[in-house]
């Protein structure tokens, strides 16, 4: 099982940009699925972005066109590109891994401890 880090977050204007990245520690990280998620004061936590293990990428409405999610396996790092941010983008981001261990079917995850973004001028 991995743990995770998140990096990259801050205090970045409406209209700016801000690449968080997600560092990962364990073995066999390229099979993981990856995925950020956010929570705003007083909501529930949301999916912003994934990305599997082939590569695949999926997206909240609320984001496309706007955030891209990539990894690098050989730096064990999933990144989540942010532009044209939004007041409304503001939460702590995290960062989920999760796959299922072929050997006994087990579901493996974890997450990390949070970054935040705060949008404001």
């Known amino acids: 099982q991995v743990q995770l880090v998140e990096s990259g977050g801050g205090l970045v204007q409406p209209g700016g940009s801000l690449r968080l990245s997600c560092a990962a520690s364990g073995s066999m990280f390229s099979f993981y699925n990856v995925g950020w998620y956010c929570q705003a004061p007083g909501k529930q936590r949301g999916l912003v972005a994934t990305?599997?293990?082939?590569?695949?990428?999926n997206y909240a409405d609320s984001v496309k066109g706007r955030f891209t999610i990539s990894r690098d396996n050989a730096k064990n790092t999933v990144y989540l590109q942010m532009n044209s941010l939004k007041p409304e983008d503001t939460a702590v981001y995290f960062c989920?891994?999760?796959?299922?261990?072929?050997?006994?079917?087990?579901?493996?995850?974890?997450w990390g401890q949070g970054t935040l973004v705060t949008v404001s001028s």
């Open positions: 989920n891994a999760n796959r299922v261990r072929m050997a006994d079917g087990r579901y493996l995850e974890s």
């Open positions: 990305i599997t293990s082939g590569g695949s990428t």
